[in-house]
T-cell receptor, first 113, second 112 residues
Framework: AQSVTQLGSHVSVSEGALVLLRCNYS??????LFWYVQYPNQGLQLLLK??????LVKGINGFEAEFKKSETSFHLTKPSAHMSDAAEYFC???????????FGTGTRLLVSP | GAGVSQSPSNKVTEKGKDVELRCDPI?????LYWYRQSLGQGLEFLIY????????KSGLPSDRFSAERTGGSVSTLTIQRTQQEDSAVYLC??????????FGPGTRLTVT
């Protein structure tokens, strides 16, 4: 079975500061890992995905995540936060590419001027 | 091209009534998923369709929930005898290639 833990339901940063959103996973098989972003009253948008091709994954809007098997982590980072990054971020895992996604509880990112 | 669309965007219904939620996937996508997003439970998988294979219904919370996918395209999620705990945002996603699930904007269901 797969599961995901996101540490911190809320993260606050100043504009221009580093963004770090934490995600730890549990999987009985090599996982596929994803980060999605949700803006208010909208659906989920894929930021990036890990599918074993490379451990450092670059996504849209300047975000990236590093797969660390030894730490069972897939933390999301962005060097410099922008006001438009304020949203809710979900980490998700699946056992294979076509199976259901199992989501974490989400982290709301707040960006202050 | 067009993304995943869902209708209605909002639905208010009385407890005990049946509701139908519709999902139009991206053209050519063979896989279709339904998820539910609620304050208490977060994002939960409900059901998954892949081509002509039998659907994975393992996430449906009760037998009041059912879904079908006609012609490998449009899907309808039906909730019978709605309860207040069914209030949530119902999200549909579709996929063609491996790993790429594209989500619709969701249907917000409120059961009064």
């Amino acid at each position: 079975a797969q599961s995901v833990t996101q540490l911190g339901s809320h993260v606050s940063v100043s504009e221009g500061a580093l963004v770090l959103l934490r995600c730890n996973y549990s999987s009985s098989v090599p996982p596929y890992l994803f980060w999605y972003v949700q803006y208010p009253n909208q659906g989920l948008q894929l930021l990036l995905k890990y599918t074993s091709a490379a451990t450092l994954v670059k996504g849209i809007n300047g975000f990236e995540a590093e797969f660390k098997k030894s730490e069972t982590s897939f933390h999301l980072t962005k060097p410099s936060a922008h006001m438009s990054d304020a949203a809710e971020y979900f980490c998700a895992v699946s056992a294979t590419g076509f199976q259901k996604l199992v989501f974490g509880t989400g982290t709301r990112l707040l960006v202050s001027p | 091209g067009a993304g995943v669309s869902q209708s209605p965007s909002n639905k208010v219904t009385e407890k005990g009534k049946d509701v139908e939620l519709r999902c139009d996937p991206i053209s050519g996508h063979t896989a279709l998923y339904w998820y539910r997003q609620s304050l208490g439970q977060g994002l939960e998988f409900l059901i998954y369709f892949q081509g002509n294979s039998a659907p994975d219904k393992s996430g449906l919370p009760s037998d009041r929930f059912s879904a079908e996918r006609t012609g490998g395209s449009v899907s309808t999620l039906t909730i019978q005898r709605t309860q207040q705990e069914d209030s949530a945002v119902y999200l549909c996603a579709s996929a063609r290639g491996i790993n790429e699930q594209y989500f619709g904007p969701g249907t917000r269901l409120t059961v009064t």
